[in-house]
Protein backbone atom coordinates (compact mmCIF):
# COMPACT_ATOMS: atom_id res chain seq x y z
CA UNK A 1 0.00 0.00 0.00
CA UNK A 2 1.20 3.35 -0.83
CA UNK A 3 0.25 6.40 0.89
CA UNK A 4 -0.10 10.02 -1.28
CA UNK A 5 2.35 12.66 -0.90
CA UNK A 6 -0.19 15.46 1.46
CA UNK A 7 -0.10 18.56 -0.43
CA UNK A 8 0.73 21.50 1.41
CA UNK A 9 -2.41 23.64 3.04
CA UNK A 10 -3.57 26.42 0.95
CA UNK A 11 -5.29 29.64 2.14
CA UNK A 12 -8.35 30.57 0.43
CA UNK A 13 -8.20 34.32 -0.16
CA UNK A 14 -10.60 35.85 1.65
CA UNK A 15 -8.88 34.23 5.26
CA UNK A 16 -7.26 36.71 7.18
CA UNK A 17 -3.56 36.11 8.05
CA UNK A 18 -2.79 37.33 11.72
CA UNK A 19 0.94 38.39 12.62
CA UNK A 20 2.43 36.49 15.35
CA UNK A 21 2.18 38.44 18.61
CA UNK A 22 3.99 38.61 21.36
CA UNK A 23 2.96 38.95 25.35
CA UNK A 24 3.51 42.49 25.49
CA UNK A 25 1.09 43.17 22.29
CA UNK A 26 -1.50 40.83 23.82
CA UNK A 27 -1.21 42.48 27.33
CA UNK A 28 -1.98 45.89 25.84
CA UNK A 29 -4.57 44.51 23.94
CA UNK A 30 -6.18 42.87 26.97
CA UNK A 31 -5.77 45.89 28.79
CA UNK A 32 -7.48 48.34 26.45
CA UNK A 33 -10.27 45.91 26.42
CA UNK A 34 -10.83 46.13 30.07
CA UNK A 35 -10.28 49.84 30.22
CA UNK A 36 -12.80 50.23 27.27
CA UNK A 37 -15.45 47.33 29.89
CA UNK A 38 -15.22 49.64 32.80
CA UNK A 39 -15.77 52.78 30.91
CA UNK A 40 -19.06 50.99 30.14
CA UNK A 41 -19.78 49.81 32.98
CA UNK A 42 -19.33 53.20 34.65
CA UNK A 43 -21.10 55.17 32.14
CA UNK A 44 -24.22 52.90 32.47
CA UNK A 45 -24.61 52.94 36.40
CA UNK A 46 -24.68 57.03 36.47
CA UNK A 47 -27.10 56.85 33.70
CA UNK A 48 -29.46 54.53 35.44
CA UNK A 49 -28.75 53.23 38.94
CA UNK A 50 -29.55 50.30 40.33
CA UNK A 51 -32.04 50.57 43.49
CA UNK A 52 -33.18 48.03 45.86
CA UNK A 53 -37.30 48.20 46.09
CA UNK A 54 -38.54 49.59 49.25
CA UNK A 55 -39.46 47.47 51.88
CA UNK A 56 -43.38 46.73 52.13
CA UNK A 57 -44.66 48.83 55.12
CA UNK A 58 -46.02 46.75 58.18
CA UNK A 59 -49.02 47.16 59.91
CA UNK A 60 -49.37 45.97 63.90
CA UNK A 61 -52.43 44.25 64.93
CA UNK A 62 -53.89 43.19 68.48
CA UNK A 63 -56.56 41.25 69.30
CA UNK A 64 -59.24 42.17 71.23
CA UNK A 65 -60.43 38.78 72.97
CA UNK A 66 -57.02 37.22 73.66
CA UNK A 67 -54.93 39.72 73.64
CA UNK A 68 -52.23 38.50 70.78
CA UNK A 69 -50.46 41.07 68.64
CA UNK A 70 -49.07 40.43 65.23
CA UNK A 71 -47.96 42.27 62.25
CA UNK A 72 -49.42 42.30 58.46
CA UNK A 73 -48.59 43.97 55.29
CA UNK A 74 -50.27 48.07 54.71
CA UNK A 75 -53.79 47.68 53.80
CA UNK A 76 -54.23 43.93 54.45
CA UNK A 77 -56.84 43.65 57.69
CA UNK A 78 -57.11 39.79 58.34
CA UNK A 79 -60.16 37.60 58.72
CA UNK A 80 -59.46 35.71 62.07
CA UNK A 81 -57.29 36.45 64.81
CA UNK A 82 -54.15 33.82 64.03
CA UNK A 83 -53.94 32.73 68.10
CA UNK A 84 -57.53 32.45 69.09
CA UNK A 85 -59.50 32.26 65.80
CA UNK A 86 -61.53 34.36 66.64
CA UNK A 87 -63.72 36.17 63.78
CA UNK A 88 -64.62 39.72 65.48
CA UNK A 89 -61.03 40.10 66.99
CA UNK A 90 -61.37 43.96 66.59
CA UNK A 91 -64.35 43.45 69.55
CA UNK A 92 -64.04 42.47 73.14
CA UNK A 93 -66.14 40.00 74.53
CA UNK A 94 -69.16 41.13 76.23
CA UNK A 95 -68.92 41.62 79.57
CA UNK A 96 -70.56 38.87 81.67
CA UNK A 97 -73.96 40.32 83.40
CA UNK A 98 -74.59 38.15 85.99
CA UNK A 99 -72.22 36.86 89.02
CA UNK A 100 -73.97 33.92 90.04
CA UNK A 101 -72.51 30.28 89.29
CA UNK A 102 -74.86 28.33 87.55
CA UNK A 103 -74.50 24.37 88.13
CA UNK A 104 -75.86 21.48 85.84
CA UNK A 105 -77.31 18.66 87.82
CA UNK A 106 -77.21 16.29 85.38
CA UNK A 107 -73.34 16.39 84.91
CA UNK A 108 -72.60 18.39 87.81
CA UNK A 109 -70.79 21.12 85.15
CA UNK A 110 -70.61 24.88 86.44
CA UNK A 111 -70.53 28.19 84.70
CA UNK A 112 -71.23 31.61 84.48
CA UNK A 113 -73.97 32.78 82.01
CA UNK A 114 -73.15 35.81 79.90
CA UNK A 115 -77.25 36.86 80.34
CA UNK A 116 -79.23 37.33 83.24
CA UNK A 117 -81.79 34.84 81.87
CA UNK A 118 -81.72 31.58 82.54
CA UNK A 119 -79.87 29.86 80.27
CA UNK A 120 -81.71 27.39 77.90
CA UNK A 121 -79.56 23.94 78.34
CA UNK A 122 -75.92 23.20 79.90
CA UNK A 123 -73.32 24.28 77.75
CA UNK A 124 -71.26 20.69 78.30
CA UNK A 125 -74.04 17.59 78.45
CA UNK A 126 -76.85 20.14 76.43
CA UNK A 127 -79.66 19.17 78.80
CA UNK A 128 -82.70 21.31 78.70
CA UNK A 129 -83.51 20.82 82.34
CA UNK A 130 -80.41 21.32 83.96
CA UNK A 131 -81.92 22.83 87.18
CA UNK A 132 -84.09 20.07 87.73
CA UNK A 133 -82.88 16.64 88.82
CA UNK A 134 -83.15 13.67 86.37
CA UNK A 135 -86.11 11.35 86.76
CA UNK A 136 -83.46 8.57 86.77
CA UNK A 137 -80.01 8.18 87.68
CA UNK A 138 -77.44 5.39 86.30
CA UNK A 139 -75.66 3.87 89.01
CA UNK A 140 -72.42 3.53 88.21
CA UNK A 141 -71.49 0.64 90.19
CA UNK A 142 -74.23 -1.89 88.65
CA UNK A 143 -75.84 -0.05 85.74
CA UNK A 144 -79.36 0.09 86.90
CA UNK A 145 -81.24 2.84 87.55
CA UNK A 146 -81.63 4.27 90.12
CA UNK A 147 -85.61 4.22 90.48
CA UNK A 148 -85.44 0.18 90.40
CA UNK A 149 -82.89 -0.17 92.83
CA UNK A 150 -84.96 2.16 95.35
CA UNK A 151 -88.13 0.14 94.51
CA UNK A 152 -86.12 -3.38 95.45
CA UNK A 153 -84.91 -1.55 98.93
CA UNK A 154 -88.22 -0.79 100.21
CA UNK A 155 -89.98 -3.34 102.14
CA UNK A 156 -92.76 -5.12 100.50
CA UNK A 157 -96.11 -3.95 102.54
CA UNK A 158 -98.40 -6.50 103.39
CA UNK A 159 -101.29 -8.09 100.99
Not at 93 to 98: A, K, T
Not at 144 to 157: D, M, S
Request: with cysteine; glycine share 2%.
Amino acid sequence: MTEKPKAPLQTPANVVQFPQMDTADIRAQVAQIDSFYAARRAACAAASPIQAPPAPALESHACARCGWTWQTFAGVVPKTCPACRARKWQTACPPRISDTVRKCLHCGHEWRARKADRPTACPVCHARNWDRLPKFRRNTESGHNAAEQNAENTPNAPL
